[in-house]
């Protein structure tokens, strides 16, 4: 088990020593590890990915309570009453209204001006099944908030997760996301027939 001892200052944290005794305790007991070091940015989108199953964030949430960072995410507003607002608040959820003008990327990067230290975690693929396309919500909320890109992988035959490398974006949707899942590339889920098959997709282009 490798688990990094001191993280940068500018790291949003959250929890105490009991959540991260547990938190410890239930990554070792799944044999997961730990690479890579956190970046000292107080303002990051992190995304996640291959995400092909319901293990995925059976493996993340522990490594997150051992960690003691505060990685928020996204819910519809409706889900944030009493008596769960206040604790999904806690935790770090971000109320979202989707009928709102200028959509989640404009709500989510407010939330990000509003706050002095902010990492956001999101699925690019946003589904378990295999899908020939990602979103591009993560990248459009980026641009909004001027935040660089975490991108952080799942590697389940190795049994670890992965910090791969900050990307800070172009400002170009297609160069930066294909940029992106190159270097997911490397990684492989749990269940890997339902990955998106980006690295073809960019030889295909090439060819033609």
Not at 7 to 21: A, D, H, Q, S
Not at 40 to 46: A, D, F, G, I, Q
Not at 89 to 105: N, V
């Amino acid at each position: 088990m490798s688990i990094p001892k001191n993280l940068p200052e500018e790291v949003p944290r959250i929890g105490n020593w009991f959540t991260k005794c547990i938190g410890l305790l239930i990554v070792k007991m799944l044999g997961w590890r730990f690479d890579g070091e956190f970046p000292p940015e107080k303002k990051v989108m992190v995304a996640l990915a291959p995400h092909t199953s319901n293990w995925d964030f059976v493996v993340a949430m522990p490594f997150i309570l051992a960690l003691k960072v505060k990685i928020s995410w996204m819910m519809k507003k409706e889900a944030f009453f009493f008596p769960f607002k206040q604790l999904f608040m806690a935790l770090g959820g971000i109320p979202t209204d989707r009928a709102a003008p200028g959509g989640m990327a404009k709500q989510v990067a407010n939330q990000f001006r509003e706050n002095e230290k902010m990492w956001v975690g999101i699925t690019p693929e946003g589904t378990r099944k295999k899908v020939t396309k990602w979103k591009n919500g993560f990248l459009r909320i980026a641009y909004a908030a001027k935040v660089p890109i975490l991108i952080i992988a799942w590697d389940f035959p190795n049994k670890r997760i992965c910090i791969d490398s900050l990307y800070r974006p172009t400002g170009e949707l297609e160069v930066d996301m294909r940029e992106i899942q190159r270097r997911f590339s490397k990684y492989q889920g749990r269940n890997p027939e339902k990955q998106t098959d980006f690295v073809e997709e960019v030889e295909d282009k090439q060819e033609k």
